[in-house]
């Protein structure tokens, strides 16, 4: 006997999360700002090199400059949490805020179009528009997202099988991008106009492609947003203090800095490594190569977090970091070993690059059983907020030990000193493993699951 088809449930509101079934194209539609996010972040991640080798400006001074950068999050990001937890609109609370994936890319064609203001005037403009693109644009993308998710989907499977789907094609978006950027800059990169260009090239697609889910997913379980019993409306002081109680969701924002802040170094010292050791820029984009097999490794993360927990895959997964990282360090200057070690490290990241929104999920979850009080946009605001402090400390760590190595950062400079190339050896691989050293045995103490 043939069996039944089942069919498509997702938008009736009678359905539950037991036997929710979701259209085949929501998986896609879903996907889409995600991969607009990342490859922004992969291409802001040249953002040193572009300000030291293009614009002329001291390492120090630019690592100085995005760190500081990162107090204005520590702001903007627990503003926009309060925002979101008090939006209330016929889109939805977080629905609306996927508008500002496409001010986001514009902020970054103008972060990269620097005018020639002479140095200060151009470490201001950086500063400003860096900010704009991390501390407001990025920030309620970031923050809606969690809470976007909780209520277009019912189903914790779902919501895990979505997640796990989305960082499949966010890590080869990602990795495509990662490959094609090193050659872009080596061929455009030369001249600062070619930057503005480079950063088109992703901005118009990506802002466009980014917002599609915004009009055709809705929010569909905005009626049972919280849990029965659960405190919704809640003072800036009462959600602080719930927040402070709640232990998982800080360790993981210190996870989340940690595994951002080594990726970051990691990815944005490898221009300055091929081009000083093994003399072209371009062979960067080996690096992202190893990640295009990580989104078959995805394909099995829903049913291994379903059997052991999403808890142990994350511990495991910085575990292999470290691993990929001391294969890097020990290999030195070849090759084979920066292939093996870079799809350690990628396979690595995948827990808590690609389910974020699942953890943040947990702990909101925790919070509310602990407090009484649903925290939502605040919750989702301290992951948000440690993404970008990690991305910051990353592009600010390297600028500073760069800086502080004897870096010549003149475009016409042909040699380095000794303890630059030095540096430029421990920035790629020795301090990453170092920063995931320190992940890894944190992670440990991530027992949510448990509780």
Do not use: H
Request: proline share 3%.
């Amino acid at each position: 006997m043939k069996k039944e088809k089942v069919r498509a449930n997702w938008a009736n509101p009678a359905t539950t999360a037991e036997n929710e079934k979701l259209p085949r194209w929501l998986k896609w539609i879903w996907s889409m700002r995600g991969l607009a996010f990342s490859i922004n972040t992969v291409l802001m991640l040249q953002i040193t090199y572009y300000c030291t080798d293009i614009l002329g400006l001291a390492p120090a001074l630019v690592g100085t400059m995005l760190m500081a950068s990162k107090v204005l999050d520590a702001f903007t990001d627990l503003i926009a949490g309060y925002i979101v937890d008090k939006t209330n609109t016929r889109w939805g609370r977080g629905r609306p805020y996927d508008i500002a994936i496409s001010l986001t890319w514009l902020c970054t064609v103008f972060l990269f179009s620097a005018p020639d203001f002479g140095t200060v005037g151009k470490a201001v403009y950086v500063f400003i528009m860096y900010a704009l693109v991390n501390s407001v644009c990025s920030t309620l993308c970031m923050v809606a997202d969690p809470v976007y998710l909780g209520n277009a989907i019912r189903s914790d499977k779902n919501k895990m099988s979505v997640t796990s789907f989305q960082g499949a094609i966010i890590m080869i978006g990602a990795t495509v991008v990662g490959i094609f950027v090193p050659q872009l800059v080596g061929t455009f990169g030369a001249e600062k106009s070619g930057w503005t260009i480079i950063a088109l090239i992703f901005a118009v697609p990506s802002a466009i492609v980014g917002s599609i889910r915004m009009f055709m997913i809705k929010e569909v379980n905005l009626e049972k947003k919280q849990a029965e019993g659960a405190k919704s409306d809640y003072s800036v002081g009462e959600g602080l203090k719930a927040l402070s109680k709640n232990g998982f969701a800080i360790l993981l924002c210190v996870l989340v800095v940690l595994n951002n802040t080594q990726q970051t170094i990691a990815t944005a010292a490898a221009n300055y490594y091929f081009k000083w050791i093994f003399g072209d820029v371009s062979l960067a984009s080996l690096v992202s190569l190893p990640t295009m097999l990580t989104p078959l490794i995805l394909l099995f993360v829903p049913a291994l977090s379903r059997k052991i927990g999403t808890g142990k895959v994350l511990k495991a997964g910085f575990v292999i970091t470290v691993l990929g990282y001391v294969v890097r360090l020990v290999g030195g200057a070849n090759i084979t070993t920066i292939l093996i070690g870079s799809l350690c490290t990628a396979i690595g990241t995948i827990p808590i690059g690609t389910l974020l929104s699942i953890y943040s999920i947990e702990c909101m979850d925790y919070g509310e059983k602990k407090t009484g009080v649903r925290l939502e946009g605040l919750v989702a605001s301290t992951s948000s907020f440690a993404y970008k402090l990690g991305g910051g400390l990353g592009s600010g760590l390297l600028g500073i030990f760069m800086g502080m190595s004897g870096y010549l950062s003149s475009e016409t400079v042909t040699a380095q000193p000794d303890s630059a190339i030095g540096m430029i050896r421990f920035v790629f691989s020795g301090l990453p493993l170092a920063i995931a050293v320190v992940a890894a045995a944190l992670s440990m103490f991530y027992n949510v699951n448990k509780e």
